[in-house]
């Protein structure tokens, strides 16, 4: 949103909008860094989503066919992922500090991803699907996912998911349909926002993938510090008009 600013010898004059960068920011590094968490946890712990969750119960479906291990893994996660929203949608309705709320919660995320990096150091490397040290590593990098779709639920509803690909994909598709349809500049944003979320979603498993082949978990910590910045960033005022 523009500004006007009055200068006593000149005419108003106006802000510049805000760049690609300050709007998309955001969404472009959260969903950078859920498609690397996930495909980090889905290679290292036997096929466990920690941000596609109802991906778990598919794989659990399918491990019950073939017999497989962990299939209590992947359904506890779907209780583990409802409690934690449930807890942090208790906190953001009672928080009295709303304006620092959504900086709490990247806080709370980048805190849980660390831990998610210290477990899995510590407990690789994994042996056994069903093991309790892939319950635990995975149960940490789910619920700091949980803790963003809570965010993007409620504090920054109207961005849009930045882990559940899906519905992003399929608004591209819509958006090209309709920038075809209709080449103004209202669809090509819409457009250019969808395609900014699927390719960032690329990016950060093919990121994710690499790293960790180089890294080992240690490559999680890279992934932690876009959220400590968006976490700063969020105490601004005008960050959080741009989020929004």
Do not use: C
Not at 87 to 93: G, N, R, S
Not at 133 to 160: F, P, W, Y
Not at 163 to 169: D, F, I
Not at 196 to 205: E, H, M, R
């Amino acid at each position: 949103m523009s500004k006007t600013v009055t200068n006593n010898n000149t005419a108003p004059v106006h802000d510049e909008p805000p760049s690609f960068w300050q709007r998309y920011q955001a969404p472009i590094l959260l969903t950078i860094v859920g498609g690397a968490i996930d495909t980090i946890g889905f290679i290292t712990l036997f096929g466990f989503f920690t941000a596609h969750v109802t991906g778990n119960l598919v794989l659990a479906g399918s491990g019950l066919v073939k017999g497989e291990d962990g299939l209590w893994i992947k359904l506890a996660s779907v209780p583990l992922f409802i409690i934690t929203v449930v807890i942090i949608k208790i906190y953001i309705d009672k928080s009295r500090k709303q304006k620092l709320v959504l900086s709490h919660l990247f806080l709370a995320e980048a805190l849980f991803l660390t831990a998610f990096m210290i477990a899995g150091l510590s407990f690789q490397p994994f042996t056994e699907a069903g093991d309790i040290t892939v319950a635990i590593t995975g149960g940490l990098g789910l619920t700091a996912l949980a803790i963003r779709n809570t965010a993007s639920k409620t504090v920054i509803k109207h961005m849009s998911p930045t882990v559940l690909m899906t519905g992003n994909t399929t608004q591209l598709g819509i958006g090209m349909s309709d920038y075809i349809a209709n080449r103004s500049a209202d669809n090509a944003k819409k457009l250019g926002h969808s395609a900014a979320l699927v390719i960032s979603f690329v990016i950060g498993a093919l990121l994710g993938a690499v790293l960790y082949v180089n890294l080992s978990y240690w490559a999680v910590g890279l992934f932690v510090i876009p959220v400590l910045y968006l976490s700063l960033l969020a105490r601004n005022p005008e960050f959080l008009q741009h989020i929004s």
